[in-house]
């Protein structure tokens, strides 16, 4: 969009919306990053179809993956505790039980993209990472980082071993700016000013401050990896810890 043109506020989130709709808005990727050293981030989740890595995802309990709401896309099980998706033994697949999506969650352009995936029990305990305590409200230039599969360039493909990238987070007024406006509940990290960053693959995936799972990896700018100035934008996690709990307890009472 032509940073010249105005937009009214009234219109921003309904742009936004559109955007998506559009197919503007699409689903990320590692950019200029590096090979995450084995044997950390064990945290992290491949979610997988029948055809293969789809999304990210987080361990934040022994048998709860946190991911993106718009990863509902055939999901039939979740990799854990490797690094390299290729060759993966059984003791590292869960299969999904139940999915957990935000009542409110239409699409990412209006916001609310969080989702809870309940897997099979674990056999052998998994790291796990843990979640802010109460809401939080990060400083501008934040130093953090973002990992996944996918692609690591404009047009590619996934890949099998996890790469990471750190990313600053961005003041979210010039986020609103950049963007013509974004969902409530969001923070910007990465993709402006820099080429570090997420693209197609790395959706659902944790932004990670200070050893604290505060982002889920949400939406960028087209399928374009070069990253004009348009930030990435991270579902604010810490905006629903009321909902996750919500979903946590009621889990327990029913087994």
């Avoid at 992290?44 to 055809?51: D, H, P, R, T, Y």
């Avoid at 999901?75 to 999915?99: A, C, P, Q, S, W």
């Avoid at 995936?205 to 930030?231: H, M, Q, R």
Wanted: hydrophobic share 35%; glycine share 10%; net charge positive.
């Amino acid at each position: 969009m032509n940073k010249q043109v105005k937009i009214f506020p009234s219109l921003r989130v309904i742009l936004v919306a559109l955007w998506c709709a559009m197919g503007q808005l699409l689903v990320s990727e590692i950019i200029d990053g590096e090979k995450a050293p084995e044997n950390s981030m064990l945290y992290m989740a491949s979610l997988q179809s029948k055809g293969g890595h789809v999304c990210g995802g987080f361990l934040i309990s022994e048998d709860f993956v946190m991911t993106a709401a718009h990863c509902q896309v055939n999901l039939t099980r979740v990799v854990l505790g490797t690094h390299n998706i290729k060759n993966v033994d059984e003791g590292k697949i869960r299969y999904i039980e139940k999915m957990y999506k935000h009542e409110s969650y239409q699409n990412v352009g209006t916001g609310k993209d969080i989702m809870l995936l309940k897997v099979t029990e674990l056999n052998n305990k998994l790291q796990t990472i843990p979640l802010p305590r109460s809401e939080i409200h990060l400083g501008d230039n934040t130093k953090c980082y973002v990992a996944g599969w996918g692609f690591i360039k404009t047009g590619g493909g996934v890949v099998n071993e996890l790469r990471v990238v750190d990313v600053s987070v961005i003041n979210p007024r010039v986020c609103r700016e950049m963007w013509g406006g974004v969902p409530d509940n969001v923070i910007c990290a990465g993709g402006y000013k820099t080429k570090k960053g997420f693209c197609q693959g790395d959706s659902g995936g944790p932004l990670v401050c200070d050893g604290t799972a505060v982002g889920i990896v949400s939406f960028n700018w087209e399928k374009n990896c070069n990253y004009p100035d348009k930030p990435n934008v991270y579902t604010d996690v810490s905006k629903y810890l009321p909902w996750i709990k919500t979903i946590l307890k009621r889990t327990k009472r029913s087994e």
